[in-house]
């Protein structure tokens, strides 16, 4: 169903950022793992969260929900993850999914997984290959895409891997399969991805070693046969999702937006680094922390920004957040260009190819990169008035309808079903800043 944003000339409050994807999945993974029972706060009940548990309930934890973004998980603890006895589906969740083959790579189980159209097509070979080393059996296909059947191992053994792509997922599959291998098994960074598996697993017990290779690589290293131990634990805000609503209040004419409860960690600030750089000036204020994490106030008003060359140094910690980014770029002064994020050819769609086809159909010059883009700025509200192919991604949908509160004629997608698999509350949350959207 097609939905459109149509041009405000005001958008102001304060909003809550939803609870983290990231530190969401894991919450959800290390309660169900450990001993005894943990209590959890502000948990993102997006579909790609939810999807998790579920996966994690049918392998013997228990996962209840006693309140709004309020749960309980009761793990496994020795007794370990058992086989499930129905296909593990995790619709849309590359998140999910990924971490997870490296969980049930370490225990004497068989496990068949899926997803939908978009994560079939995602490439699982990154993930597999490194556990295939440690001992993990697979029915994979050549392009090692789902669905297809894991049968894990308890001999399983430890391995020193330096992923051949910046990715978080691939970091924590090998550590998390880590946890029941015989050894110490190492990951090498050569550039630093989001560390909440690192923050998460040190919560729940686990103790992992860091250190610093010449050349300036990331180790992190993590000793089989560890234990993890339940914990009570508020999840942070997403500065993910908090891009969108910030970017919207960068982009009105009277922009008055305030994200509560942002998570600010270094691995995941590179979009408020580059927006920074383009002149936004965005007002921060301290919260205090929760799991772990340094929490801020965000505040956001209309600012006129101008192109920049985005520091490659930034991709890996704003992977998630090149949408909206472009969004900004297309209301920028000047050119913007992005380099080095390749990495985009292979999220929820090719994220390259859908950002260049979203700006173009709302009259916006970019030119498309083997590694990323070149916006021209519209130097003030882009032409807008296109209908956006979503690709069932739903940053792509985000990112679009935030574009179309300041375009000059309003802007459409064919779809926004997917962005419950991560923000649930957005369409709420942009009409309670006077977003007008409507289908």
Known sequence: MVWTSHPVKRLAGAIRAPGDKSCSHRALIFGGLAEGESRFTGLLEGDDVLRTGQAMQAMGATVTRTGPGAWEVTGVGAKGLSSPESVLDFGNSGTGSRLLMGVMAGYDLTA???????????????????????????????????????????ALQA???????ASAQVKSAVLLAGLNAEGETVVVEAKATRDHTERMLQGFGAKLTFGMEPGGAHEIGLKGGQR?????????????????LIAAGLLSPQGDVTVENVMSNPTRSGFY??????????????????AGERLIDLHAGYAGLKGIAVPERLVASMIDEFPILAVLAAFATGETRVTGADELRVKESDRIKAIVAMLRVNGVDVEETEDGFTVQGCGGPVPGGGLVETRHDHRIAMSALVMGTASQKPVSVDDISMIDTSYPEFMDHMAALGADIRN
């Open 159 to 165: 391995i020193h891997y330096a992923p051949p792509q």
């Open 273 to 290: 680094d580059a927006v920074d750089l383009m002149g936004a000036g965005l007002g921060a204020e301290e919260r205090g922390e929760a």
């Open 112 to 154: 068949s997984l899926t997803g939908d159209a978009s994560l079939c097509s995602r490439p699982m070979n990154r993930v597999l290959n490194p556990l295939r080393q440690m001992g993990l059996k697979d029915t994979a296909g050549p392009d090692g895409k789902l669905p297809f059947t894991l049968t894990g191992s308890k």
């Open 228 to 244: 993890l131990y339940g914990i009570d634990a508020a999840i942070p805000g997403d500065p993910s999702s908090a891009a969108f």
